[in-house]
């Protein structure tokens, strides 16, 4: 049983605000919700909304349909119809000339005087409450649920803007009530107390818990919400924040921080991500830990700016110049992105060298309640690192920072402030100690060195998820967010009678080839779903793994995420047109 | 001074410098190491970053802790290391192509958030070790293997810009001068906050204008103008004007400024550079209760 409800309208019109004060309630109230919005790039004007789905279990994804639409514009009715079904109902501000929903004998209308309402009780701004008290109308939802949340936003501003927006929220409460009758019950909640966090709160949050204790960054969009988290949190353990004046500094600050010892991460999306790819060769380079969070969308340069895509990939995989060992991590939930953001330090400072966390904006910028969140099991351990004892037993001058003897290719690292464990971190081509080179042979063997270092690189079992029919016909592919409608489609095919198994990559480099290959081999046809135009994907696994003439894809990049419909069409090759490669 | 020799010592390295013979940064290195012996500092409290190019080799012959990174991000990796750890001494260094050219804007930022590092840029207004082309600071007409009708742009005036930006340390130094130099770097080191020396170090290969003579025949003394006072912007500025910008001594020096790493939201608190901050349970589950 589920139900969904999106609020719609022009940027700057409170969309955010109704959307997470509806989010907050429905998942203090025991609900399990995923909400995710829309929005454009700019600041007021243009379309946006935020959609809320509340289920009676976990739930990863917003759903394809819509049971209300709270409209605040004519716009949001018409971007939304596809969305609405048979019984869907349309809240919409007919205060407002010109907001005139199609005649639809399918649909139920509520047509209120929001705006002037809200003007009644003394201020425009309320419009969203009184919205918030007609939805909570339709769904049943008692008044007193909010009031902690109404207490929480607004007491700052005084008792009387509570009480404003205590009254706003009865009034459209009560105006439903006596003017409509559709009702929406929701879901059955159940007794557990619910995290509700994004993916950017837990990549935040990940980093913490990996010892992450400086962050350098430049604001971009969708990742600048790691950097508040960063800002909120990292002083209270000695940490710091520098909004940096590029991507590029950011980068190399990280890096000159980790060299100093410290656990240090950049976060940024795609365009930003761009200009830090000389630094990446630099951090492999020199064998410096480092950590970088690109939350991909279509950035600008390129695409939609504010849409969710994943077309980083390539740039993650292969981005800077020359060769260097590296890691890239994607998560494909919510709570992986704490998972896989902690273990990136662990594995940066391991293995001295960039660990890449790739998430999306889909992942970054949704919420979802959470019932699953264990911090116990995460402690840091410092890795690869020579000690002051050892370096005191050793002649001046002995210690030797890019030691070739050593098997795995990981020298123990010395740190500034640490005697006798003084180098220069090179970034051209040196021998073991820190004299710069240009015989070939040494070159090679310290090449070698560097990327000996994940010669048999595993991340273990979690480097792939598999659910669904073992002996299945089909396999899906993905990695990142779409694993949340392909679980669904995955779901409705099993139910139909479809042999179908998914499978989700969260490790792509060092690629996971020996996990992966036997899920290719006993697929008769394999799907590599992915949010990009040219199934960046796809590529790797005829690269990594062959079965060239099995490996279709199907591919969106036009801003809007994955429908569990229209990938239950494209497995049922309803929609041929769909599948590409 | 047999102690401040040993002191030296350690900061010296085997390995012979691979700079042109006359090279102005023989001086330099020369002069920094004096310095930080001058100081009493160790080498493991001292971390020197550089770029590329002939001054990027600088970290590879001083023998304190080191970072030979990038073309122009001498400053971002110094930043990042004294952020990291507010003890250590942190000196960046590049050439007038590494620092005014393709890290000026890193250049101005360092300066406006005042960290504490000190920053020589070994200005020699060419590019060396890309052979000879115009720079950042060549003259206007200067003529290399990239203008060769005379350079078409104006120079860029470090001492201009580091005044305009609220430096709260500007100084000039020759490598025609190592005894100078070496008191300016000191007082640079000691200097709480971010700290410019705009070095003239001539190219002995690829320019034949701005020499070691011309330098000397051009540059004016601070330290013979007894009536100077650093502490007066507005007569920094006037000097500088008055001899396009060749003066050497410490032009400008702002005492008592707060360094940006007791600025920035951390304050004087040193991060745990030794091992991160192990975090409770109770205190794990304190920042969960947000989200609840």
């Not at chain 1, 060769?281 to 969070?293: K, Q, Y």
């Not at chain 1, 662990?346 to 790739?358: D, M």
């Not at chain 2, 500092?41 to 590879?60: D, F, H, R, W, Y």
């Not at chain 2, 890309?130 to 293997?145: D, E, I, L, M």
Request: contains cysteine; glycine residues 10%; hydrophobic residues 35%.
């Amino acid at each position: 049983m589920e139900r969904t409800w999106k609020v719609g309208g022009e940027q700057g019109e409170g969309i955010d605000s109704t959307g997470e004060i509806l989010a907050k309630v429905l998942n203090r109230t025991g609900h399990y919700i995923f909400a995710y919005r829309s929005f454009m790039s700019l600041i007021k004007g243009g379309h946006t909304y935020y959609k809320i789905r509340i289920r009676d279990r976990p739930v990863h994804y917003h759903g394809d349909q819509l049971d209300i639409l709270l409209a605040f514009d004519q716009l949001t009715i018409e971007m939304n119809w596809s969305e609405l079904h048979d019984g869907s109902l349309i809240i919409y501000d007919d205060s407002k000339k010109g907001i005139t929903p199609k005649e639809d004998k399918r649909l139920a209308l509520a047509p209120i005087p929001l705006t002037h309402m809200a003007k009644e009780l003394g201020n425009e701004i309320v419009k969203n409450m009184v919205a918030c008290g007609a939805s909570a109308a339709a769904m049943d939802l008692s008044l007193t649920t909010f009031e902690p949340v109404i207490e929480e936003l607004f007491a700052k501003k005084g008792e009387k803007v509570v009480e404003l927006n205590r009254q706003a929220l009865r009034k459209g409460f009560e105006y439903y009530r006596e003017n409509f009758r559709e009702r929406f019950p929701l879901p059955p909640r159940g007794n557990k107390k619910l995290a509700l966090v994004s993916g950017n709160e837990m990549t935040g949050l990940g980093a913490l818990l990996g010892g992450c204790r400086f962050l350098a960054a430049y604001p971009i969009t969708p990742a600048t919400e790691i950097m508040y988290w960063m800002l909120r949190f990292l002083p209270n353990y000695g940490g710091r924040v520098v909004q940096a004046e590029d991507e590029i500094a950011a980068c190399i600050m990280a890096i000159g921080a980790n060299y100093a010892g410290v656990r240090a991460a950049t976060s940024t999306s795609g365009p930003g991500f761009s200009l830090m790819q000389e630094a990446i060769g630099l951090a492999g380079m020199t064998e410096t830990p480092l950590v970088i969070i690109d939350v991909q969308r279509g950035g600008p340069g390129t695409g939609l700016p504010t849409k969710t895509e994943q077309s980083d990939l390539n740039e993650m995989l292969y981005g800077s110049h020359g060769e260097i060992p590296r890691i890239v991590l994607i998560p494909s939930t919510i709570e992986e992105s704490l998972h896989f953001t902690f273990h990136a330090f662990e594995l940066a400072e391991k293995y001295q060298c960039p660990v890449i966390v790739g998430t999306d904006l889909y992942l970054g910028m949704s919420k979802k309640s959470s019932d699953s969140l264990d911090l116990s099991n995460y402690q840091v351990k410092r890795h690869s690192m020579v000690t002051q004892e050892e370096l005191d037993r050793l002649e001046k001058g002995e210690y030797k920072r890019y030691n070739l003897g050593v098997e795995n290719g990981i020298s123990p690292r010395s740190i500034p402030g640490q005697r006798n464990g003084r180098y220069v971190a090179l970034s051209n081509e040196h021998d073991e100690g820190d004299v710069e080179i240009e015989d070939p042979d040494l070159r090679r063997r310290m090449f070698d060195k560097r990327l000996r270092k994940l010669a048999g690189f595993d991340f273990g079992p979690e480097s792939i998820e598999w659910i669904g029919e073992r002996e299945g016909d089909l396999l899906l592919v993905c990695f990142g967010s779409p694993r949340v409608q392909l679980e669904e489609a995955l779901d409705r095919l099993l139910r139909e009678g479809r042999k179908a198994g998914l499978l989700i990559l969260k490790v792509v480099k060092p690629f996971p080839a020996v996990r992966v290959k036997p899920y290719l081999e006993r697929a008769k046809e394999v799907l590599v779903v992915e949010n990009n135009g040219t199934g960046q994907l796809a590529q790797l696994l005829r690269q990594e793994v062959g079965h060239h003439d099995k490996i279709k894809s199907l591919l969106r990049y036009d801003g809007v995420p994955f429908t569990v419909q229209q990938i239950v069409d494209a497995v049922q090759g309803e929609k041929e047109a769909l599948y590409h490669g | 001074m047999a102690d401040r020799n040993a002191s030296m010592q350690m900061f010296r390295v085997d390995a012979r410098p691979t700079w042109c013979p006359g090279c102005g940064d023989y001086t330099v290195l020369a002069s920094l190491q004096k310095a930080v012996a001058n100081l009493g500092l160790q080498p493991e409290e001292v971390v020197l970053s550089t770029g590329i190019g002939c001054s990027g080799k600088l970290s590879q012959h001083f023998g304190s802790y080191g970072f030979h990174g990038l073309h122009g991000r001498s400053l971002p990796i110094a930043q990042g290391v004294q952020l990291a750890n507010p003890r250590l001494t942190v000196i960046a260094a590049g050439g007038d192509g590494d620092g005014y050219g393709i890290g000026l804007g890193h250049f101005l930022h360092a300066l406006r958030r005042n960290v504490n590092i000190t920053y020589i840029v070994m200005d020699n207004n060419i590019y060396g070790l890309t052979t000879g082309q115009t720079s950042p600071t060549s003259a206007k007409g200067f003529k290399s293997k990239t203008s060769p009708h005379g350079a078409a742009e104006n120079p860029i005036r470090p001492l201009y810009l580091a005044l305009s930006q609220g430096a709260s340390f500007v100084a000039q130094a020759f490598s025609g001068d190592v005894k100078e130099m070496t008191e300016i770097f000191e007082a640079a080191i000691r200097h709480k906050g971010f700290s410019l020396v705009n070095s003239f170090s001539p190219c002995v290969t690829f320019n034949k204008v701005n020499t070691y003579d011309w330098f000397k025949d051009h540059l004016v003394k601070l330290s013979e103008r007894p009536d100077y006072r650093p502490e007066s912007h507005l007569e920094a500025l006037s000097y500088i004007d008055q001899f396009g910008g060749l003066v050497t001594g410490i032009i400008f020096q702002q005492e008592g400024r707060r360094a940006y790493h007791e600025e920035n939201l951390g304050g004087e608190e040193i991060m745990p550079f030794d091992s991160p901050v192990k975090m409770s349970n109770e205190e794990r589950e304190k920042i969960l209760s947000y989200y609840y």
